[in-house]
């Protein structure tokens, strides 16, 4: 059974890249453009792996998303991995409260970030 992994970005680029990177890992990759679609995902899908978010998004954004996530006690401990320009002490305190895993500012190297997925799918 492939590894499920929920992408949400609202950006059409960094979503493709990242996708065809997963996909070609052996991952089931969902996409979602902004934090509410990312919730709706999360609970149609019950075992979903992993979530990677764009922090600055429409209608809800990352952060909030992670908050919410939290909420849901199924999702309580699902690894979730930050990826944006964000990098304020402020938003990073948010993201530890959250229990986010990795905080990767962009740009970024997609190896760097398949190389945390892999890790944090086999913790």
């Known amino acids: ?72 006690p199924k999702f309580s401990n699902l690894p979730i991995i930050l990826i944006t320009s964000e990098s304020s002490a402020d938003a990073k305190v948010r993201g530890k409260r959250s229990k986010i895993k990795a905080w990767i500012v962009k740009p970024c190297d997609p190896n760097k970030v398949l190389l945390i997925v892999k890790y944090l799918l086999q913790t």
């Open 1 to 72: 059974m492939k590894d499920k992994i929920l992408l949400v970005d609202d950006s059409k680029t960094s979503i493709e890249n990242l996708s065809e990177l997963l996909n070609s890992e052996g991952m089931e990759v969902f996409e979602a453009r902004n934090g509410l679609e990312g919730i709706k995902i999360l609970e149609n899908n019950p075992d979903m792996k992993l979530v990677i978010s764009d922090l600055h998004m429409p209608v809800m954004d990352g952060l909030t998303m992670c908050e919410e996530i939290r909420k849901i």
